[in-house]
Nanobody
Framework: QVHLVESGGGLVQPGGSLRLSCAAS????????MGWFRQAPGKEREFVAA????????YYADSVKGRFTISRDNAENTVYLQMNSLKPEDTAVYYC????????????WGQGTQVTVSS
């Protein structure tokens, strides 16, 4: 089990970029696949992107393919989400979590970080 803290959210105009960070505690961080999820107002939490422990395999929701990039730095116990070409529909609270082999989250949800895309 790991403790996760998300940061990097903010207000950005459509077409802009943000880089989210997820800082994790514990020696076992590198043992987990990690993922980003988001929840918009009135909507259920949805999958955004995932990365395996080695960093050599990544997965993305169709809605963000070609625009978002997930990466990790195991030495720094941090997972990143680079978000480019942001759209208003990307507005949501973004969360990170540890994942099972089938990319299902199994850790505790934290506070998340707010991303607002608006002109």
């Amino acid at each position: 089990q790991v403790h996760l803290v998300e940061s990097g959210g903010g207000l950005v105009q459509p077409g802009g970029s943000l880089r989210l960070s997820c800082a994790a505690s514990g020696r076992t961080f590198s043992s987990y696949a990690m993922g980003w999820f988001r929840q918009a107002p009135g909507k259920e939490r949805e999958f955004v992107a995932a990365i395996r422990w080695s960093g050599d395999s990544t997965y993305y929701a169709d809605s963000v393919k070609g625009r978002f990039t997930i990466s990790r730095d195991n030495a720094e116990n941090t997972v990143y989400l680079q978000m480019n070409s942001l759209k208003p529909e990307d507005t949501a609270v973004y969360y990170c979590n540890a994942l099972t082999g089938t990319l299902a989250p199994f850790g505790s949800w934290g506070q998340g970080t707010q991303v607002t895309v608006s002109s």
